[in-house]
């Protein structure tokens, strides 16, 4: 059953009548989602609730929201790739968040909507000054990223101001922007890490505000991960009270696939590949010797996604340690228990560990935050090589432990295949809904299809593995290894 088209939509403002009852007091329009024209009384975010398909519709801000637009026609109606075949989203085509539903149950689920190329358009191509950021740490297919979207403004809109903004978000105030086109970005998707630079820390929004009213800047492609995408909401906040025509788009980016909502993020699919190859030493190594003990560490600050993709993929992991499983070392039913038992039966044994697992363990003088506010973390790695080696010689046993940390490594590579066309796609998606107007919004899969996504609503939760979700379950069933559940282990299902 597919959507209905152009559904009456129901506009109301998240205050609702000041009581938290948002939809006690509903204004009714009987416009298009895109057409939808609203003033708020105060600043609080809109959604749209009650389309006719069922499930809440959570739009992203539109500039027509809290300003009078113009309307263009899309210059892409005259495009070989696009007008020819008329491959233009209807502007209320929208993406459900959950697909899996049961048949004796209200169809409820949160609707986002359908990113892709308007046939109408609120920005005139020589009046848009677009601006590239990227933020935070790096991950394959920063590159690729920042190509397409450039490619895109510059090849489909004809948009010929188009700047890079220098090392993160304080470039905005404190470098001199490049200039980009198609002959800068040329072959850039080739290499890793970002052409433009990034950093973390100084996003003080207000400078960066002021720089992008004085420099006439009238689109912005933020690409980073919860951290930077919170900057974002926080530029098109201040960008609004402002009353600019400023669209704020964002581009998912985090190696730790822990942004909410979207399906994966790209670079995920490259680090999982590339984790691989230390996995593959890891096992060489432990299986070249007698006792061998092959440790690997990955990234995944709070959340192991790396760690379980990488496990699953390999097969040749016998234990996968991430911070959302808690675990024990000693004792019965313990991690020195499990491994030793591995040894016994195998004379080897591999471990992929997140660098975030098991923290609570470690003794580490490591304290305080980096630039950004995130929580330095102690080396479990190291951590847990160390308490091993001990606890082994301890009941006699040398085993042969070869540590190997590839922590950099699997984020500086350039994207692989999978990796390079979900970038293309997500940058393509995210230059068309800035032209559409929208803003304060990211862009990014849900369940297959590409989504305008409100940021405020993408970084309400950080996605982390669900330890009762059938993906652990399949990688216990996998590689056979234990819950550490005996000792407070993995939480009951409510
Ligand atoms: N809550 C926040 N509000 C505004 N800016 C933020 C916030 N958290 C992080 N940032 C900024 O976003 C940028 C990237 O954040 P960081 O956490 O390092 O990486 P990531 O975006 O990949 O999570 C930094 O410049 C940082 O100062
Ligand atoms: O040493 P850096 O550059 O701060 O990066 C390390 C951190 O970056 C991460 O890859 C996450 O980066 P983001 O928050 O930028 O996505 C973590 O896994 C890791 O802790
Ligand atoms: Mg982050």
């Known amino acids: 059953m597919g959507f209905p088209r152009r559904p009456t939509v129901v506009v109301y403002n998240k205050s609702g009548n000041g009581n938290g009852d948002a939809a006690t007091s509903p204004q009714k329009s009987t416009k298009t989602v895109e057409d939808t024209v609203v003033f708020p009384a105060d600043d609080d975010n809109l959604c749209v609730v009650d389309p006719l398909c069922g499930g809440t519709l959570m739009k992203a801000q539109h500039l027509g929201d ?84 450039v490619m895109t403004l510059w090849g489909r809109y004809g948009v010929r101001k188009i700047l890079g903004v220098k090392n993160g978000y304080r470039g905005f105030y404190a470098e001199n922007l490049i200039e980009l086109n198609p002959e800068v970005v040329d072959g850039i998707h080739r290499r890793g890490g970002t ?3 990034t950093s973390r820390g100084g996003s003080v929004t207000a400078k960066i505000v002021d720089a992008i009213e004085y420099r006439g800047i009238n689109h912005v492609y933020i690409i980073g991960g919860d951290g930077t995408q919170k900057g974002a909401l926080a530029i098109h906040e201040e960008a609004r009270k402002r009353g600019i025509k400023l669209a704020v788009a964002g581009i998912p980016k985090t190696i730790d696939n822990d942004v909410d909502i979207i399906d994966r993020s790209f670079g995920f699919d490259t680090a999982v590949e590339e984790a691989q190859h230390a996995i593959n030493a890891a096992h060489v190594e432990a299986t070249s010797t007698p006792l061998g003990v092959g440790l690997v560490k990955v990234m995944g600050r709070h959340a192991g996604f790396i760690a379980m993709h990488s496990t699953l993929s390999s097969r040749d992991v016998d234990l996968c340690l991430i911070p959302e499983v808690p675990f024990f070392m000693d004792g019965p039913g313990g991690v020195i228990e499990y491994i030793e038992s ?54 006699g046993q040398e085993i042969c432990l070869k540590y190997i940390d590839p922590t950099y490594m699997i984020r500086a590579v350039p994207s ?4 390079n066309v979900y970038c293309t796609v997500l940058a393509q998606a995210a230059v068309h809904a800035a032209f559409a107007g929208y803003t304060g919004f990211m862009v990014g899969p849900v369940n297959g299809r590409h989504a305008i996504i409100p940021i405020d609503v993408a970084t309400q939760t950080s996605s982390s593995v669900n330890p009762q979700d059938r993906m652990w379950a399949r990688l216990m069933a996998s590689n056979g290894q234990p819950s550490f559940a005996k000792k407070g282990g993995v939480q009951k299902k409510k």
């Open 66 to 149: 809290f300003m009078k637009l113009p309307k263009y026609n899309n210059p892409m109606l005259d495009d070989e790739a696009y007008g020819a075949v008329g491959h233009f989203i209807d502007p209320d085509d929208v993406v459900p968040q959950t697909v899996v539903h049961n048949i004796n149950k209200p169809l409820s689920t949160n609707l986002f909507l359908r990113a892709g190329p308007r046939a109408q358009v609120h920005f005139h191509p020589n009046e848009v000054k677009a601006a590239i950021v990227t933020c935070g740490g790096l991950c394959p297919g920063l590159n690729t990223v920042i190509r397409e979207v």
């Open 195 to 197: 052409m433009l630079g």
């Open 342 to 395: 591995k040894l016994a039966l195998n004379n080897h044994v591999v471990i992929v560990i997140a660098e975030g697992a098991g923290q609570e363990q470690v003794q580490s003088h490591v304290s305080g935050t980096d630039a950004s506010g995130n929580k330095l973390l102690a080396d479990c790695g190291l951590w847990l090589a160390t308490d091993m080696k001990e606890k082994f010689k301890a009941r």
């Open 416 to 419: 692989n295949a999978a990796d």
